[in-house]
């Protein structure tokens, strides 16, 4: 059973606006939260990541939101540009038993955004 | 640029061949791992070095063989796959630690394409 879940596999947003991409986890030992961006041939590109201390995290356009008690997280990018377009996965790690390094990776949410 | 090559970007083989996956880190980390992704399926960790020791086999199979000769380079060694392993593989490095484990971010290569026949 996949313990990260993307529910959208797609999402198209207009140049400009918001694009709210959203993971839902049902681990209640991960502490440790990332998404990655990956472009057609590429590699996953680390985006930006959050701990389990705070419930906000912000980059630039990029900000991450943590919400413990519903296991749920989302990436907020503002203003979208059509550079965006990709594939966003989340993933999260737990600290305790020594498996901080373990990824578990949700199946990602196609972003397109137009111009 | 993220620092971490794979080579070669695709491949094809048999199932009676041997082949071998090469990632080269130059990010000075201390940790590598090789993950998979099917289609339609999440990346999955296959394996981890840590200080080139192996640290975890994610209940991969025999016919997948991992070797990490330093720090810089992870090499995953295959034969006698079948058609359902041909996936995207991806190898990725962290920092790494020898002592309490903290957060570590993971930077990825841009992968292999391998196609079994």
């Known amino acids: 059973d996949q313990q990260v879940k993307q529910n959208s596999p797609s999402l198209s947003v207009q140049e400009g606006r918001i694009s709210i991409l959203n993971c839902d986890y049902t681990?209640?030992?991960?502490?440790?939260f990332l998404w990655y961006k990956k472009y057609p041939a590429e590699g996953p590109t680390f985006l930006i990541s959050?701990?389990?201390?705070?419930d906000k995290n912000e980059d630039g356009r990029f900000t991450v939101f943590l919400n413990k008690s519903a296991k749920h997280l989302s990436l907020h990018i503002v203003p979208s540009q059509p550079g965006d377009s990709a594939v966003y996965f989340c993933?999260?790690?737990?600290?305790?038993?020594?498996?901080?390094?373990?990824?578990?990776f949700g199946k990602g949410t196609l972003l397109t955004v137009n111009p | 640029e993220t620092g971490v090559t794979q080579t070669p970007r695709h491949l094809v083989m048999g199932m009676t061949n041997k082949k071998s996956l090469k990632c080269e880190q130059h990010?000075?980390?201390?940790?590598m791992y090789w993950y998979k992704q099917s289609a339609k399926k999440p990346l999955e960790l296959m394996f981890v070095?840590?200080?080139?020791?192996?640290?975890e086999n994610n209940s991969v199979p025999s016919r997948f063989s991992p070797e990490c000769p330093n720090s810089s380079h992870l090499f995953l060694h295959l034969h006698t796959l079948q058609p359902e392993d041909s996936a995207l593989y991806f190898c990725?490095?962290?920092?790494?630690?020898?002592?309490?484990?903290?957060?570590?971010?993971?930077?990825f290569g841009p992968g292999t394409r391998l196609l079994v026949l």
């Open positions: 990725a490095s962290s920092q790494g630690r020898l002592a309490v484990p903290q957060w570590e971010t993971q930077y």
């Open positions: 681990n209640s030992m991960f502490d440790y």
């Open positions: 959050i701990s389990s201390i705070k």
């Open positions: 993933a999260a790690s737990a600290s305790s038993g020594g498996s901080n390094y373990k990824l578990t």
């Open positions: 990010l000075g980390h201390n940790a």
């Open positions: 070095y840590n200080f080139k020791e192996q640290t």
